[in-house]
């Protein structure tokens, strides 16, 4: 009897500590979010106001919604987002898991020198591509076009690395099984390994999905069109050279996050499922 | 003799199928970036006259380099960056994986929240991070009831830009932490706890080994972020801030050479020096990783 | 419950390759884009392009394209190596050499040559010519518009201190000793200066009869000359004044944020920020005004005035698909009417001479009208915004010398390391 006593009061104080941490986390993640709620209805005084620091505006309103709408076509700008992270994603999730899958599983000539070409393009800083690759879209005339967002993100040095650690942790007989009943290489792959890594493809998934999203210098660059912006770059256009209407700002910009946070809930339900979920299937 | 022949034909289709599954990626690896970056390497002997003009001068851009206390005073910065940032990133970003997989209530909820910081306008996070640690109005001093120049003095400048690194990139590595989590078969803990072994025990003999690849990767990525860190500095910190030369990377040191002034032999030079660098420690990790990562179970 | 994925991607796919097919323009008009950096400016310039297409062409359409100031440069950069650089846009002076100098902007002396013998001296003061000329000496772009640096006051903090608001005979005892009592009077800043060339020390150094560039040649520093020495100790020194902030504030707050928190009296500031404050502090209305920039009393050389004054000016590719068009196009830009639009729109005090004033319309929406005629009037003691061939490779690098001297290093030394960055690329 005592035995269980004691076993429920440390399964109590082990709940205590798990949501004393989540709540406290949660508080501080949540901080910047909930001051771009704030600035986005404070005027534009009170979002620079110093000493005091105005927290919350001194009237609710939605003027700066209404202003952010109507300085951003932000039909065409979520469409264009919705697009480039799409075919991003899509590139990533594909290419990504057929090498993270050969790298981790096949053997083949090469495959440590190719290995490492993944390892030095993650090393490499984003700034040097900039020039060169916009220069391949210019000659391609794919300028101010949808496929010019997707072009860098056709492939994923990131998404093979990460793949491919996944694939390692799989054990070598599941694979060894499937080609025993018959399936060649791209089958095994594909109906029996890859259904295994459904939360790591949704992990990368969104972390691609995120990334695109943030890409600011990019879009920016290479698309001039507002129609064919994206979100990021087309908010970046409301920041002045000397001056930036901030309360404006934070409120397209909680417009443009909205999308994003929806398509995490949807695919934060494939952790709930876990393992189990995606097995079955 | 039949046999073998057999096993190599199959080893050859195999071989087959690696070249095809990679193919996708190391081409596209090799025309987005591995050319750009030997252009790179090519222009780090150059000067750049203007335009994508080359003129080719041997090794004065590394001989002005290694000559100049600035880039060494970055190198440190950026090292000691990695040092503030990394180990303390993952963990915690491993403990939110594991928080996040407990069995709570509200579980999207809490997964939601630690989320946004990634979703969230760069302008805003700055604006109150900024606010935060301004020295003569900011919440933190108010708190502590200090009067710490947080962004302005040498001292605490990179403490700062640390923290808020860490805070933006917990989410991120969390939600890879989280799918490595859920990848470890149920049955594994179901199988230890009837054995009685205690959440510590189950932690280090279950829970690190399985994940331990995951992590792996999240080291390299998050490693390689931090030595390549600029935009962080350039948000938080004005050209005019005191404490700029003790908290500049390589990359903004890099940001400024080729695209401020426009001196992009130079700053070729020092991007070819901090891949250097990366890859050197990279080249340990993977070394290292045999003595930590499980791939067998 | 899988096919939904599917079904999601292919609508994308199918939507994908409609988007595209919806792409060029088919009116058979030519549409030229005009690419700038600021979007307070955005509706002035397509209000102006508009005029174009209704008054002189219209089969010409014109697009405004905003990009943000940082990645503006980098992008502008890119597409002139590739050669697809937008019809129009704009070009600041710290940029225009580099531009002018490797032939990617189009020579545009002549543009007016049919039409009005010396266009641009007519229309257009010295500097304004000069701020848009490549090295050569020939105009690579049309000026656009020009301002200068004023003092900002706080009416209430002057009142409260009973101190008589500054005027145009001000001179920098007047401004320290009003920073004074109005610190004394109200524990709030006084003259907040601040770490900054164009809003900072460079004024002082041409009130004091120093210089930056030699003015003949505008090769040789002039960081180490004795008037350019002691205008500098003066204005850093100025924070060590108890009613003057030091510089770890200013890296966190910016004395105009401060001067619209009222926390401080004075703050020098550009015209072309004046609207935006007006439309951004509602209740700080009436509140403040402008006055001309106080004089050096003991300078060097001179009369002790000066107040930095700068332009941006209208560019297009030498190598331009449209480039006939696009001249008739600038030739309009560079009109009366062109600028009056421009004027007019509240976007920047135009450069053509005589028409400063349209600029003021914009200010009339509101209850109080801010002294104008201070900044008109402060055009006669303009210096030339400083630039020279090689400035942006040593811009940075003094600057961080500058923010050295403010960490407290020795002046003279920094001043001399100065000289040596900005002198290191002149080539005899």
């Given at each position: 009897?005592?035995?269980?006593?004691?076993?429920?009061?440390?399964?109590?104080?082990?709940?205590?500590?798990?949501?004393?941490?989540?709540?406290?986390?949660?508080?501080?993640?949540?901080?910047?979010?909930?001051?771009?709620?704030?600035?986005?209805?404070?005027?534009?005084?009170?979002?620079?106001?110093?000493?005091?620091?105005?927290?919350?505006?001194?009237?609710?309103?939605?003027?700066?919604?209404?202003?952010?709408?109507?300085?951003?076509?932000?039909?065409?700008?979520?469409?264009?987002?919705?697009?480039?992270?799409?075919?991003?994603?899509?590139?990533?999730?594909?290419?990504?898991?057929?090498?993270?899958?050969?790298?981790?599983?096949?053997?083949?000539?090469?495959?440590?020198l190719?290995?490492g070409i993944?390892l030095v393009q993650m090393s490499l800083p984003s700034q040097i591509f900039i020039i060169p690759q916009y220069q391949m879209v210019a000659h391609m005339?794919?300028?101010?076009?949808?496929?010019?967002?997707?072009?860098p993100?056709?492939?994923?040095?990131?998404?093979?690395?990460?793949?491919?650690?996944?694939?390692?942790?799989?054990?070598?007989?599941?694979?060894?099984?499937?080609?025993?009943?018959?399936?060649?290489?791209?089958?095994?792959?594909?109906?029996?390994?890859?259904?295994?890594?459904?939360?790591?493809?949704?992990?990368?998934?969104?972390?691609?999905?995120?990334?695109?999203?943030?890409?600011?210098m990019?879009?920016?660059v290479?698309?001039?069109?507002?129609?064919?912006?994206?979100?990021?770059?087309?908010?970046?256009?409301?920041?002045?050279?000397?001056?930036?209407?901030?309360?404006?700002?934070?409120?397209?910009?909680?417009?443009?996050?909205?999308?994003?946070?929806?398509?995490?809930?949807?695919?934060?339900?494939?952790?709930?499922?876990?393992?189990?979920?995606?097995?079955?299937? | 003799?039949?046999?073998?022949?057999?096993?190599?034909?199959?080893?050859?289709?195999?071989?087959?199928?690696?070249?095809?599954?990679?193919?996708?990626?190391?081409?596209?690896l090799l025309v987005l970036n591995i050319w750009p970056f030997i252009q790179t390497i090519y222009t780090s002997f150059c000067e750049h006259l203007g335009f994508g003009h080359y003129r080719f001068l041997g090794l004065a851009n590394y001989v002005k380099m290694f000559g100049n206390a600035e880039f060494w005073k970055a190198t440190?910065?950026t090292?000691?960056?990695?040092?503030?940032?990394?180990?303390?990133?993952?963990?915690?970003?491993?403990?939110?994986?594991?928080?996040?997989?407990?069995?709570?209530?509200?579980?999207?909820?809490?997964?939601?929240?630690?989320?946004?910081?990634?979703?969230?306008?760069?302008?805003?996070?700055?604006?109150?991070?900024?606010?935060?640690?301004?020295?003569?109005?900011?919440?933190?001093?108010?708190?502590?009831?200090?009067?710490?120049?947080?962004?302005?003095?040498?001292?605490?400048?990179?403490?700062?830009?640390?923290?808020?690194?860490?805070?933006?990139?917990?989410?991120?590595?969390?939600?890879?932490?989280?799918?490595?989590?859920?990848?470890?078969?149920?049955?594994?803990?179901?199988?230890?706890?009837?054995?009685?072994?205690?959440?510590?025990?189950?932690?280090?003999?279950?829970?690190?080994?399985?994940?331990?690849?995951?992590?792996?990767?999240?080291?390299?990525?998050?490693?390689?972020?931090?030595m390549k860190?600029y935009?962080?500095?350039?948000?938080?910190?004005?050209?005019?801030?005191?404490?700029?030369?003790?908290?500049q990377s390589l990359m903004y040191l890099f940001y400024r050479s080729s695209f401020v002034a426009g001196e992009r032999g130079y700053g070729s030079a020092i991007v070819v020096w901090t891949v250097g660098l990366i890859l050197l420690?990279?080249?340990?990790?993977?070394?290292?990783?045999?003595?930590?990562?499980?791939?067998?179970? | 419950?899988?096919?939904?994925?599917?079904?999601?991607?292919?609508?994308?796919?199918?939507?994908?390759?409609?988007?595209?097919?919806?792409?060029?323009?088919?009116?058979?008009?030519?549409?030229?884009?005009?690419?700038?950096?600021?979007?307070?400016?955005?509706?002035?310039?397509?209000?102006?392009?508009?005029?174009?297409?209704?008054?002189?062409?219209?089969?010409?359409?014109?697009?405004?394209?905003?990009?943000?100031?940082?990645?503006?440069w980098t992008k502008l950069e890119a597409a002139a190596e590739s050669n697809t650089m937008?019809?129009?846009?704009?070009?600041?002076?710290d940029q225009i050499l580099y531009y002018a100098d490797f032939g990617i902007l189009?020579?545009?002396?002549?543009?007016?040559?049919?039409?009005?013998?010396?266009?641009?001296?007519?229309?257009?003061?010295?500097?304004?010519?000069?701020?848009?000329?490549g090295t050569d000496?020939?105009?690579?772009?049309?000026?656009?518009?020009?301002?200068?640096?004023?003092?900002?006051?706080?009416?209430?903090?002057?009142?409260?201190?009973?101190?008589?608001?500054?005027?145009?005979?001000?001179?920098?005892?007047?401004?320290?000793?009003?920073?004074?009592?109005?610190?004394?009077?109200?524990?709030?800043?006084?003259?907040?200066?601040?770490?900054?060339?164009?809003?900072?020390?460079?004024?002082?150094?041409?009130?004091?009869?120093?210089?930056?560039?030699?003015?003949?040649?505008?090769l040789?520093?002039?960081?180490?000359?004795?008037?350019?020495?002691?205008?500098?100790?003066?204005?850093?020194?100025?924070?060590?004044?108890?009613?003057?902030?030091?510089?770890?504030?200013?890296?966190?707050?910016?004395?105009?944020?401060?001067?619209?928190?009222?926390?401080?009296?004075?703050?020098?500031?550009?015209?072309?920020?004046?609207?935006?404050?007006?439309?951004?502090?509602?209740?700080?209305?009436?509140?403040?005004?402008?006055?001309?920039?106080?004089?050096?009393?003991?300078?060097?050389?001179?009369?002790?005035?000066?107040?930095?004054?700068?332009?941006?000016?209208?560019?297009?590719a030498a190598k331009?698909?449209?480039?006939?068009?696009?001249?008739?196009?600038?030739?309009?830009?560079?009109?009366?009417?062109?600028?009056?639009?421009?004027?007019?729109?509240?976007?920047?005090?135009?450069?053509?001479?005589?028409?400063?004033?349209?600029?003021?319309?914009?200010?009339?929406?509101?209850?109080?009208?801010?002294?104008?005629?201070?900044?008109?009037?402060?055009?006669?003691?303009?210096?030339?915004?400083?630039n020279n061939a090689s400035r942006r490779k040593w811009k940075s690098n003094v600057?961080d010398?500058?923010?050295?001297?403010?960490?407290?290093?020795?002046?003279?030394?920094?001043?001399?390391?100065?000289?040596e960055l900005a002198d290191y690329y002149v080539t005899e």
């Amino acid at each position: 009897m005592k035995s269980t006593d004691s076993l429920r009061r440390s399964y109590a104080i082990n709940k205590f500590i798990v949501y004393f941490f989540l709540i406290l986390g949660a508080l501080i993640m949540v901080f910047p979010f909930a001051w771009m709620i704030l600035t986005s209805s404070k005027t534009v005084a009170e979002s620079v106001q110093v000493d005091p620091i105005v927290i919350l505006p001194a009237k609710w309103m939605l003027d700066n919604f209404r202003d952010a709408i109507k300085s951003l076509p932000f039909g065409r700008l979520y469409w264009n987002t919705t697009l480039m992270v799409f075919f991003r994603v899509i590139c990533a999730v594909l290419f990504s898991s057929m090498a993270g899958y050969a790298f981790a599983k096949l053997k083949f000539r090469g495959k440590n020198l190719l290995f490492g070409i993944v390892l030095v393009q993650m090393s490499l800083p984003s700034q040097i591509f900039i020039i060169p690759q916009y220069q391949m879209v210019a000659h391609m005339g794919m300028a101010n076009t949808i496929f010019a967002l997707v072009f860098p993100g056709l492939v994923s040095a990131f998404g093979v690395f990460f793949l491919r650690q996944t694939y390692m942790s799989i054990p070598d007989e599941v694979g060894e099984a499937a080609y025993l009943d018959g399936c060649n290489q791209w089958q095994t792959f594909y109906k029996v390994m890859f259904p295994l890594t459904g939360t790591s493809v949704a992990a990368l998934t969104i972390f691609t999905a995120v990334f695109a999203y943030g890409d600011l210098m990019w879009p920016l660059v290479v698309n001039s069109d507002l129609k064919m912006m994206t979100l990021s770059s087309g908010l970046s256009t409301l920041k002045g050279q000397f001056t930036t209407n901030f309360p404006v700002l934070m409120a397209g910009s909680l417009l443009a996050m909205l999308p994003m946070v929806v398509l995490y809930l949807i695919f934060q339900r494939q952790f709930v499922e876990g393992i189990a979920g995606t097995g079955g299937k | 003799m039949k046999n073998k022949v057999k096993l190599s034909a199959a080893a050859r289709r195999e071989e087959n199928w690696g070249w095809f599954m990679v193919a996708p990626t190391i081409i596209g690896l090799l025309v987005l970036n591995i050319w750009p970056f030997i252009q790179t390497i090519y222009t780090s002997f150059c000067e750049h006259l203007g335009f994508g003009h080359y003129r080719f001068l041997g090794l004065a851009n590394y001989v002005k380099m290694f000559g100049n206390a600035e880039f060494w005073k970055a190198t440190w910065n950026t090292i000691f960056f990695c040092i503030l940032t990394v180990p303390v990133g993952v963990a915690l970003a491993l403990l939110v994986a594991i928080l996040l997989n407990a069995k709570v209530k509200f579980k999207g909820g809490f997964r939601t929240l630690f989320f946004l910081p990634l979703v969230c306008a760069p302008a805003a996070v700055a604006m109150v991070w900024r606010w935060i640690f301004n020295g003569e109005y900011g919440v933190l001093n108010q708190i502590l009831g200090a009067n710490i120049q947080w962004i302005t003095d040498p001292k605490t400048a990179v403490i700062a830009v640390a923290i808020v690194s860490v805070w933006s990139s917990v989410g991120y590595d969390a939600v890879l932490l989280l799918a490595g989590l859920q990848n470890i078969p149920k049955t594994l803990y179901e199988a230890n706890s009837i054995d009685g072994a205690g959440k510590i025990r189950q932690f280090f003999t279950i829970t690190l080994p399985m994940v331990s690849p995951t992590m792996f990767s999240v080291l390299i990525m998050r490693l390689m972020a931090s030595m390549k860190v600029y935009d962080l500095i350039y948000m938080m910190a004005d050209e005019t801030n005191p404490a700029l030369t003790d908290m500049q990377s390589l990359m903004y040191l890099f940001y400024r050479s080729s695209f401020v002034a426009g001196e992009r032999g130079y700053g070729s030079a020092i991007v070819v020096w901090t891949v250097g660098l990366i890859l050197l420690v990279t080249l340990i990790q993977f070394w290292g990783q045999k003595k930590w990562v499980t791939y067998d179970i | 419950m899988k096919k939904i994925p599917r079904m999601i991607a292919a609508a994308l796919m199918l939507a994908l390759l409609l988007s595209t097919a919806g792409c060029g323009s088919s009116d058979g008009k030519t549409h030229l884009t005009f690419q700038i950096w600021d979007v307070a400016q955005r509706d002035g310039m397509q209000a102006m392009c508009d005029a174009y297409t209704a008054q002189v062409d219209p089969n010409v359409v014109i697009e405004v394209q905003v990009t943000n100031w940082n990645e503006y440069w980098t992008k502008l950069e890119a597409a002139a190596e590739s050669n697809t650089m937008p019809d129009i846009y704009w070009m600041h002076t710290d940029q225009i050499l580099y531009y002018a100098d490797f032939g990617i902007l189009a020579d545009l002396t002549d543009l007016y040559a049919g039409e009005e013998d010396n266009y641009y001296a007519n229309h257009f003061s010295d500097i304004s010519i000069s701020n848009a000329s490549g090295t050569d000496g020939r105009i690579y772009g049309i000026p656009k518009d020009k301002d200068n640096v004023l003092l900002v006051y706080n009416k209430e903090m002057f009142d409260t201190a009973g101190v008589a608001y500054p005027t145009s005979e001000w001179t920098w005892d007047d401004l320290t000793d009003a920073s004074a009592k109005v610190y004394a009077a109200t524990g709030k800043y006084g003259y907040m200066a601040y770490n900054d060339e164009q809003l900072g020390y460079w004024n002082f150094v041409y009130q004091k009869g120093g210089y930056i560039l030699d003015p003949e040649t505008n090769l040789h520093a002039g960081y180490t000359q004795p008037a350019t020495r002691d205008a500098i100790r003066y204005y850093v020194d100025l924070q060590k004044n108890e009613w003057c902030p030091d510089q770890n504030y200013f890296a966190e707050t910016s004395p105009g944020t401060a001067f619209f928190s009222g926390m401080g009296a004075m703050f020098l500031e550009g015209s072309w920020n004046l609207l935006n404050e007006m439309k951004n502090y509602p209740d700080m209305v009436g509140k403040w005004d402008i006055a001309m920039l106080p004089r050096c009393p003991d300078p060097a050389s001179g009369d002790g005035r000066g107040s930095i004054s700068n332009g941006l000016c209208y560019s297009t590719a030498a190598k331009g698909k449209n480039l006939e068009t696009v001249k008739e196009v600038l030739k309009f830009f560079g009109s009366e009417e062109g600028q009056r639009i421009q004027g007019e729109s509240g976007a920047a005090i135009p450069a053509y001479l005589g028409l400063e004033d349209t600029w003021s319309k914009s200010f009339g929406d509101f209850d109080y009208m801010l002294d104008l005629d201070q900044c008109y009037g402060q055009f006669d003691y303009a210096i030339q915004y400083i630039n020279n061939a090689s400035r942006r490779k040593w811009k940075s690098n003094v600057a961080d010398e500058m923010v050295k001297v403010y960490n407290g290093s020795d002046l003279d030394s920094s001043l001399a390391r100065m000289q040596e960055l900005a002198d290191y690329y002149v080539t005899e």
